[in-house]
């Protein structure tokens, strides 16, 4: 369980602060991006996407902004919350005709009360 | 329920003996993949499949992992004369279609190779 984040990035903030969790891909071909939230002991849960025709896409308290010159991609959470503690992963889709995605090594949220 | 199910949770294995994973994915949905989850690391990609065509098994380590999914829903990964190096937990997605959509995870198997 928690021994998972020994090997992690990891992001610490105090409660009710922005996050922002950064993450660097790979190839210039990848034209669709996911970030996943991975509780311990739980499968990666979607949080949101954005396609590479875009560079900034707002969902419910959270922001993904999208660099295609520097190969980035970040994922801003405002207002984090103790819910929001994980390993966050962000995921590259390099085929059009299926969802075969790469996963990056992933970062630990932790959230201080 | 509603979401992708795997079972077992977690399974201890002897070297050398076989196991079996079982994944039951939602309802409906054409594509089914198994990703490999080491300890501390984000999942890594083993195998495809559309319905019950296998188009893609880059992935798996070795001719020791086999996967099927003959009826085009229920998927089994199957490993043979297990290794220490299998112990991971193996993750199973779905997605209704094919192509740039995101995927839907099943809480995953602990397997553990003493």
């Known amino acids: 369980g928690e021994s998972v984040g020994l090997h992690l990035p990891t992001l610490s903030v105090q409660e009710g602060d922005n996050s922002i969790i950064n993450c660097a891909y790979s190839?210039?071909?990848?034209?669709?991006f996911i970030w996943y939230k991975q509780e311990s002991g739980k499968g990666p849960q979607f949080i949101i996407d954005i396609r590479s025709n875009m560079d900034k896409r707002q969902g419910q308290r959270v922001t993904v902004l999208l660099n295609k010159t520097v190969k980035h991609l970040s994922l801003q959470i405002a207002a984090t919350q103790p819910g929001d503690s994980a390993v966050y992963f962000c995921a590259e889709n390099r085929d059009d005709n299926f969802n075969k995605f790469y996963f990056g090594s992933g970062t630990k949220l932790n959230v201080k009360p | 329920g509603a979401g992708v199910s795997q079972s077992p949770r977690y399974k201890v294995a002897k070297r050398g003996q076989d196991v079996a994973l079982r994944c039951d994915p939602i309802?409906?949905?054409?594509?089914l993949f198994w990703y490999q989850q080491a300890l501390g690391q984000g999942p890594e990609f083993l195998t495809y499949f559309q319905n019950e065509a296998q188009l893609d098994k880059s992935g798996l380590p070795s001719d020791r992992f086999f996967a099927e999914r003959p009826e085009g829903s229920v998927s089994t990964l199957k490993i043979q004369r297990t290794q220490q190096e299998d112990s991971a937990v193996y993750l199973c997605a779905s997605s209704p279609r094919q192509g740039n959509e995101k995927l839907f995870f099943g809480s995953g198997t602990q397997l553990s190779v003493l």
């Open positions: 190839n210039s071909a990848s034209d669709y």
């Open positions: 309802s409906g949905h054409v594509s």
